[in-house]
């Protein structure tokens, strides 16, 4: 008897509680097959983790030019082990980190930016097929497609910057 009133008391706290959400809390099974992908596009070599050099790359083909020492300092930010590379796990703990950075906002739209090559406000099929092979990954049009499908909520076929965000899982502007 004691114990319902407790948990009714402690549902009542977790309600009236608005301390810093844990964004880990809200990540699918979906989410990290999606994080493996993207671990996938930085991990050239398929060895399982990845190295500045490989960072390097990635964002060079973004349109990024950082020096070796800001490549590094990059990798020992995000590597908890100390190997000097960033393996999956530590990989995943900086998404994690990231969506609950106050300035994700600019990051998401600066990858947005990126991505929206013409500037139109909207990522299309072909623009996203472009970044993918300038990532040295030659997507058919079907994968593509499944990856406007999945983002693209109002179904104009185009991904705009709200479902950009969304489909990251930041939020987009309701932060």
């Not at 398929?46 to 050099?53: E, F, K, R, V």
């Not at 947005?112 to 993918?132: A, P, W």
């Not at 079907?142 to 991904?159: F, R, S, T």
Request: charged share 35%; hydrophobic share 30%.
């Amino acid at each position: 008897m004691g114990g319902s009133a407790s948990k009714a008391e402690d549902d009542d706290k977790e309600e009236k509680e608005e301390g810093p959400v844990n964004p880990a809390d809200n990540i699918t099974e979906e989410q990290i097959a999606e994080f493996k992908d993207a671990f996938a596009l930085f991990d050239n070599d398929n060895s399982g983790t990845i190295t500045a050099d490989e960072l390097g790359d990635v964002m060079r083909s973004l349109g990024q030019n950082p020096t070796e020492e800001d490549l590094k300092k990059m990798v020992d930010d995000i590597d908890q082990d100390g190997d000097g590379t960033i393996d999956f796990p530590e990989f995943l703990t900086m998404l994690i980190r990231s969506m609950s950075d106050t300035d994700s906002h600019e990051e998401v739209m600066e990858a947005f930016r990126v991505l929206d090559e013409d500037g139109n406000g909207y990522i299309s099929s072909d623009e996203l097929r472009t970044i993918m092979n300038n990532l040295g990954e030659k997507l058919t049009d079907q994968e593509i497609d499944e990856i406007i499908q999945e983002a693209d909520i109002d179904g104009d076929g185009q991904i705009d910057y709200e479902e950009f965000s969304l489909w990251l899982g930041t939020g987009g502007m309701r932060a």
